[in-house]
């Protein structure tokens, strides 16, 4: 990676993806070139049907561009094996999603320790499961259920999961879209302060376009393609 690329957490590169084959086919992204400097607090904006999610899935390695390069902390993810890309998926990358994907016969404690199952829990393992719910303000709903919470509580949990293995980029795919203005308020300053607190990067989905105006920056896609990306200040207030 170039030396002025060096602060950069992700780098998209020349990206198309396409579905389908011939006459039917559709390019969901066409030729996009992305840098997301680290630290960043970025939404991701556009129509439905532009590409948004798409892009995150290609940057999250759960799925690979037709052609093109993503970069993703250092690391080139485009041809790697699978087993390369379940470690990026492991260790790089945090996912929160519009429907929480918690597991309902589980604990909020044991949802969030889900993602260190495969390299064994131990007590460091829990104490730090515990911190996290501490820090997104469900440390006294441990041992309740999923269905036990309200929808913003769930999405509370999914967040300390997503921090859980430690990453250092956090994919958002439309974060409130499941709640009520209020605890979409509070998930979005529980995000900024973790982002601040915990210098994560925050790659973020949003149709909201309160929550966009807050944001560090605004990538905008349109039919697959990126449009000019603004810098818009940074306002504390929601």
Not at 213 to 218: K, S
Request: cysteine-free; charged content about 25%; overall charge positive.
């Amino acid at each position: 990676m170039m030396s002025g690329q060096q602060d950069s957490i992700v780098l998209v590169s020349g990206v198309t993806r396409t579905y389908g084959r011939g006459r039917t086919a559709i390019r969901a992204l066409d030729g996009v070139d992305l840098t997301v400097r680290r630290g960043e607090f970025a939404a991701v904006m556009g129509p439905s049907g532009s590409g948004k999610t798409t892009l995150l899935n290609l940057i999250g390695a759960l799925d690979r561009p037709t052609s093109g390069q993503i970069h993703v902390d250092g690391v080139e993810v485009t041809r790697l094996p699978e087993w390369r890309l379940f470690q990026v998926r492991r260790y790089k990358v945090g996912f929160i999603f519009q429907s929480f994907h918690l597991v309902p016969t589980l604990t909020i404690l044991e949802n969030v320790l889900l993602p260190a199952l495969p390299v064994g829990i131990d007590a460091k393992l829990r104490q730090r499961a515990g911190e996290l719910l501490d820090a997104v303000g469900l440390d006294g709903r441990r041992t309740l259920r999923p269905q036990e919470l309200s929808s913003g509580e769930q999405q509370r949990a999914a967040i300390a999961r997503a921090l859980m293995l430690d990453p250092p980029l956090i994919l958002a795919d439309e974060p409130t879209g499941n709640l009520d203005s209020r605890a979409g308020a509070e998930i979005f300053r529980l995000m900024r302060q973790l982002s601040l607190e915990q210098r994560k990067t925050f790659l973020i989905v949003t149709h909201d376009s309160r929550i966009a105006r807050q944001m560090e920056r605004i990538v905008f896609l349109k039919d697959g393609r990126l449009s000019p990306t603004p810098t818009v200040d940074l306002n504390p207030e929601f």
